[in-house]
């Protein structure tokens, strides 16, 4: 149980984890600087979420980006664990039945634990709707 499929060889594996990490890192700060711009246009004006029309879509908004900022760090921490699999030679198999994950899940879902007949089993179980499993 070592190794990546092989038409899915451990270099091309290291470049998509490497271009995916770049993505959600760009992703990331992208986020924060919308976020603290948020935070910025409130602090400048003496907003009441209860009474000001504009307060309640912008508190949403607020929680919107934090929401979606919170996903890019999960994706960022199994890219993470993903380049620690590919090290160990733990890469493309599934933790669920160890099988090999096939490399078109690979291709879209770089960061995968799971083949997808153990994520659709899995679904909502451990990670719920958007996990990587």
């Not at 899915?8 to 984890?17: I, N, Q």
Request: aromatic share 4%; glycine share 10%; charged share 30%.
């Amino acid at each position: 149980m070592s190794g990546v499929p092989a038409s899915g060889g451990s270099s091309s594996a290291r470049e998509r984890l490497e271009a995916s990490r770049a993505s959600t890192t760009a992703q990331i700060a992208a986020l924060k600087r919308d976020f603290d711009g948020i935070v910025e246009a409130n602090a400048l004006v003496a907003v009441d979420d209860e009474h000001d029309p504009e307060g309640s879509s912008t508190a949403f908004e607020r929680a919107h980006v934090a929401a979606l900022l919170e996903r890019a760090a999960e994706r960022l921490e199994e890219l993470d664990r993903a380049v620690d699999r590919l090290e160990r030679g733990a890469y493309g198999w599934c933790e669920g039945c160890g099988e090999r994950i096939a490399p078109a899940r690979l291709e879209v879902r770089p960061e995968a634990t799971t083949c997808v007949r153990c994520a659709d089993a899995g679904a909502g179980h451990r990670h719920g709707p958007g996990g990587t499993r």
